[in-house]
């Protein structure tokens, strides 16, 4: 009986967490920039009654949005932001990894045989449903939303072919 107390008293700290986590509002980091956490972690931009989401938006509760911004292809992710694309956002994604929205049912189609000669180790976090994509981006490319410049920059880790967006707005990067 006491160790059951023990137990008890030691995952009290992570219910806890697990509640706030659940349960967390949107931070407002400045004038046009918000963080909607959860379990992925999305930014909001707002301007001309219009928002640019990175990632997606994890709570649900954005309605709408113009444009959602991809890092990378993992369904881990993805999943925060196929919501909003399929409402009629447009979706951008690093170039190298285009199929992985597009071209989905291939790849699982493929799977059948081809998972016993996956060389290239590539893993199976694919989305399970192709996504619609708007534009591709590459490394080094610059484009704008709404008049604010954004910069693509490389940043393979989490995926080979990941990008990451620089922007700078509200006098923030």
């Known amino acids: 009986m006491r160790s059951l107390t023990v137990a008890s008293i030691a995952l009290l700290p992570l219910l806890s967490l697990a ?10 980091l400045s004038d046009h920039v918000s963080l909607i956490p959860g379990p992925v972690n999305g930014a909001c931009i707002e301007k001309d009654n219009a928002r640019l989401v990175i990632y997606g938006d994890p709570s649900g509760k954005i309605e709408q949005a113009e444009m959602v911004l991809f890092t990378h292809s993992r369904r881990d992710v993805v999943w925060a932001g196929r919501g909003l694309v399929e409402k009629g956002a447009a979706a951008v994604v690093p170039d190298a990894d285009a199929d992985k ?23 199976t ?8 994509v708007a534009r591709t981006v590459k490394a080094g490319e610059d484009f704008s939303w709404r008049g604010i410049p954004i910069k693509v920059v490389g940043t393979p880790g989490y995926s080979r072919n990941a990008v990451s967006y620089l922007i700078e707005i509200d006098g923030l990067k």
């Open 19 to 28: 509640g706030q986590a659940g349960g967390e509002a949107t931070v407002k």
């Open 125 to 132: 976090k694919i989305l399970t449903k192709s996504l619609k």
């Open 101 to 123: 929205f597009t071209d989905v049912e291939k790849f699982w189609s493929d799977f059948t045989t081809r998972r016993f000669h996956d060389y290239a180790q590539q893993g």
